[in-house]
């Protein structure tokens, strides 16, 4: 957005330097990129009185120019222009006077053997038009030798702004004069908008009918005749070229004015081409063709708004005007058209017709809903300044649903706290009603309620209202402070800590960590020789599958673990530990949503171990597995774990080494050996073992506060037992009976030996126990811990018929 000062300052008054300014308006949320200096040749051309016009003596074309240049100076020039007249004042560029693009230095020449000093001017040698025609010709009341920047009161400073998107406001004159009134303390001053009228009035002589209100809330109508079309005076002309905007002619030149001063795009339909004098606005057909006026034939859809009159379509409304109503040099009327139009149709039709213009940029952005009437009334009294315009009387406005401003709640004390500061409630309340918002107290002492104009269609909300308190108090006057925070993160919740227990505890065994897709392929539980009323059978389907080999979402971790292992395989990784902890996904009958799980599933096969010097090769046994389900209930303090063989294996294990994990009866998951079939689906051909855990039941059954206790002062007293069994006893049995025995004193018991063979008869196997004993206050003797022992070790034979190894 350029900004040109001297408009800036017909707003609004104020005594900052453009840096100072530009500074003031970046720390209020206005970005100035620059200030842009225009005209800074000029400084060296003056006004200049022609006092003779002589031939030249030696060239047909040209004359001797004698002029007066103030303060009793006189100079010769040489000039070839037609339009040489005694007494008239026309700009003269001294020596030294940079001009044009290319800034060409004026200097002392002789042309034709006659020594000329300086130039006499026209319009494009000044850079302030495309004129050449002659000398440019001034106020004949001007005095000689004024410099002539200050005569045309020419714009030679613009600042450059960079507007955010949702500040559409700010795209105008009107919009940052606001925001400078209020940051300056500053009147705003508006601009004249009542033109003088005439009769007839408008209402008889066109009409004015919108089919689709929600496109256009708004839309207005005023009728100027009578006019005549030709250039803009130069005051105009310089400041449209100032914002960017080339100057075409007085009507359409006020049209370009208004939209960079008020910020409302306009368009001007000469009346003459207005089918029937009506203005009809509507949505366009699918499929309609029009002729924008950049002559290219657009195809337009049912989202599209149209502007039409009796006949025919004749703009594309906020977008760009048809080809067939715009103003010409034969113009004699013009209906000039102020609307409001839905920002959201703008935007669609600019962005799919790949058409934007300064019009659909500021409609797409939101513009003043209020300020139709006064932008049109503003263009009218223009043309009937500059183009002796007729302004019919009255003005037509449909405006069904007048804005209603929204009341937006705004607590003081939170926006203090937002911005870092101290803030009081009349602080707040002047900053916002500089602003031009409605602002009255709230509920309470520490909150306010502010209604913003219809320009400010940015403000929705109350951190909006914070923004804006911000923006008046500066950015750059905001403290800079830490946050205000607490050291220290919050508890995390006992599903995650005792998922990380359980990760560490998995890791600690020498188990790598994988995470596969919780998508698996629709055959997973065919390859798992899973019975078909199994529950993971009740799969999810996806409507968008990544691909066929991942069309459902997972009902078990051990397909994709399977999946694991076999890639490390195939890549010549033959030792392979890895554990998951994941959901899985059952679907429920006559539910929408589908159960979801935590499971924990391990996979195991190859080498535990390298062979070393002082033990062989450890190959991945249903001990690997049983000891990582024995350690991971010890780390999350889970006591009474115990493994079942008595019921049907599943059936993708082998019943030859299998287990059922099981605490005080209830199953919590199964482990064992892979079927060599099952395997064989997973490309698998060497022994693996898996353990398949329902983790958020271990997790409920886990404590979740430690016991702790102090570290042992007296020795312990251990003492050992081997006894002989059935080869089909559970030790896990013989153990919880063990540990199950009341001595104040037995702190632990522990398997530390299975022996099979001889002098043991087929089907029975020695298991070494361990007993320990610790008393917390002394030194435990024989005598105290032999009689205990004796007992216990005698219950154990009996209860599970064992002998004494010998």
């Known amino acids: 957005m350029l900004v040109p000062l001297k408009w800036l300052r017909e707003m609004v008054a104020f005594d900052l330097s453009p840096q100072e300014l530009a500074d003031l308006l970046t720390n209020s949320g206005l970005e100035v990129d620059g200030v842009i200096e225009r005209h800074g040749g000029l400084d060296k051309v003056i006004t200049a009185k022609l006092l003779e016009v002589n031939p030249h003596p030696n060239a047909d074309r040209l004359r001797l120019a004698t002029v007066d240049c103030g303060g009793g100076r006189t100079e010769t020039v040489v000039c070839g222009a037609p339009n040489l007249t005694v007494g008239m004042i026309t700009p003269l560029a001294q020596i030294g006077a940079k001009l044009g693009e290319e800034g060409q230095e004026v200097t002392k020449v002789k042309i034709r053997g006659v020594e000329s000093k300086g130039m ?84 008889g002589q066109a009409a004015i009918e919108v089919l689709d209100a929600k496109a256009c809330p708004r839309y207005t109508g005023r009728l100027v005749k009578n006019l005549k079309i030709g250039p803009s005076p130069l005051w105009m002309r310089d400041r449209l070229m100032a914002c960017g905007v080339r100057p075409i002619s007085n009507v359409v030149d006020v ?32 499929g309609e063709k029009f002729v924008t006026l950049d002559g290219q034939e657009r195809t337009l859809t049912d989202q599209d708004l149209m502007i039409c009159d009796a006949d025919k379509a004749v703009g594309l409304a906020g977008v760009m005007g048809g080809l067939n109503s715009e103003v010409t040099d034969d113009t004699g009327a013009v209906l000039i058209e102020s609307a409001f139009f839905d920002p959201l149709t703008i935007r669609r039709t600019s962005k799919r017709l790949g058409l934007s213009t300064e019009a659909s940029y500021r409609f797409e952005r939101g513009i003043d809903l209020e300020g139709c009437a006064r932008a049109g009334s503003r263009a009218a009294l223009l043309m009937q300044q500059l183009a002796e315009g007729q302004v019919a009387a009255g003005i037509i406005d449909l405006y069904p649903a007048p804005y209603q401003a929204p009341s937006i709640p705004l607590s003081i004390s939170r926006t203090a706290r937002y911005l870092g500061m101290e803030l009081t409630k009349e602080q707040v309340k002047g900053q916002l009603e500089r602003l ?8 309470d002492d520490d909150s306010i309620v ?185 780390a999350l303090g889970i006591s009474g774990l115990a493994f079942d063989t008595e019921t049907e294996s599943p059936p993708y294990l082998d019943p030859a080494e299998w287990s059922r994990l099981t605490l005080n009866g209830e199953t919590l998951g199964e482990m064992g050996r892979l079927d060599k079939r099952v395997a064989a689906n997973f490309d698998l051909d060497r022994p693996v073992y898996v353990l398949d855990v329902h983790f958020d039941r271990l997790a409920e059954l886990a404590p979740r506060q430690k016991v702790y206790a102090r570290l042992p002062r007296f020795p312990e007293l251990v003492r050992d037992a081997a006894l002989v069994v059935p080869e089909a006893l559970p030790a896990g049995e013989m153990l919880a009976q063990a540990r199950a025995f009341e001595d104040p004193w037995l702190q632990s018991v522990e398997i530390f030996d299975v022996y099979r063979g001889k002098p043991l008869e087929k089907g029975q196997k020695s298991l070494g126990l361990r007993f320990t004993y610790r008393a917390e206050d002394r030194t435990l003797t024989e005598e105290e811990v032999t009689p205990g022992y004796r007992a216990l070790v005698e219950q154990v034979m009996q209860s599970f018929e064992a002998t004494l190894r010998g």
């Open 436 to 443: 031009g918002l409605i602002v009255s107290d709230g509920p």
């Open 255 to 286: 049209t370009n004015y208004i939209l960079l001063e008020l910020g409302q795009p306009l368009h001007a339909f000469d009346f003459a081409q207005v089918g029937g004098s009506k203005i009809v606005v509507r949505m366009a057909a699918q």
């Open 450 to 634: 502010a209604q913003p104009p219809a320009a400010r269609t940015d403000l929705e909300r109350p951190v909006d209202l914070t923004e804006e308190v911000a923006r008046m108090v500066g950015y750059n006057n905001i403290p800079a402070r830490l946050p205000q925070a607490e050291i220290g993160a919050p508890a995390r919740p006992w599903p995650q800590r005792v998922r990380a227990l359980a990760r560490d505890a998995m890791a600690a065994q020498g188990l790598d960590e994988a995470i596969s897709f919780s998508f698996e392929h629709p055959k997973a539980a065919d390859r798992l020789s899973l019975a078909a009323d199994d529950y993971r059978r009740s799969t999810v389907k996806l409507i968008n599958p990544l691909s066929e080999e991942q069309s459902e979402l997972r009902t078990s971790l051990l397909p994709g673990l399977l999946a694991a292992a076999a890639r490390n395989l195939a890549h010549r990784v033959p030792d392979v530990g890895l554990f998951e902890i994941g959901r899985v996904f059952v679907a429920q009958a006559d539910q929408p949503l589908p159960e979801e799980t935590f499971r924990l599933g391990v996979v195991l096969t190859g080498l535990m171990a390298p062979a070393s010097w002082w033990a062989g090769e450890q190959p991945a046994s249903l001990s690997h597995v049983k000891g990582a389900a024995q350690y991971l209930a010890e």
């Open 120 to 203: 006499l001017c026209s319009e494009r040698d000044l850079g302030l038009s495309d004129d050449h025609s002659g000398l440019m010709v001034l106020d004949p009341g001007l005095e000689p030798g004024l410099p002539l920047a200050q005569v045309l009161n020419l714009e030679t400073q613009v600042l450059e702004i960079s507007i955010t998107p949702n500040r559409g406001d700010a795209l105008s004159i009107l919009g940052v004069a606001r925001d400078v009134a209020a940051l300056v303390g500053a009147e705003l001053v508006l601009p004249p908008c009542e033109p003088e009228e005439v009769e007839p009035g408008i209402e």
